[in-house]
């Protein structure tokens, strides 16, 4: 049974940072490629960042790249967002993913002063 557990979310202050983990169980982690989407209010689900399966390659949004860095650790069954420079608009409830359609419940992400 596939599970997905976000934390490490939180409120923090514009231009700080946050790192957020998923862990994952179920499943050959090792063999899959996984993605933190993202879900502000009033907006729909939006990619964030995605991390190939041995973790080689990554993608970001437009919006968050050069600021978030994803990552993965195999042997630890766990991805990882980190997040610099945090925007209010990064507010937004985190989601990790893995394909075709596993979610996590999410980790809510409150960017303000």
């Known amino acids: 049974q596939v599970q997905l557990v976000e934390s490490g979310g939180g409120l923090v202050q514009p231009g700080g940072s946050l790192r957020l983990s998923c862990a994952a169980s179920?499943?050959?982690?090792?063999?899959?490629?996984m993605s933190w989407y993202r879900q502000g209010p009033g907006k729909e689900r939006e990619l964030v960042a995605a991390?190939?399966?041995?973790?080689?390659?990554?993608n970001y949004a437009d919006s968050v790249k050069g600021r978030f860095t994803i990552s993965r650790d195999n042997a630890k069954n766990t991805v990882y967002l980190q997040m610099n420079s945090l925007k209010p608009e990064d507010t937004a409830v985190y989601y990790c993913n893995r394909r075709p359609a596993y979610w996590g419940r999410g980790t809510q992400v409150t960017v303000s002063s």
């Open positions: 991390i190939t399966s041995a973790g080689s390659n990554t």
């Open positions: 179920g499943f050959t982690f090792s063999s899959y490629a």
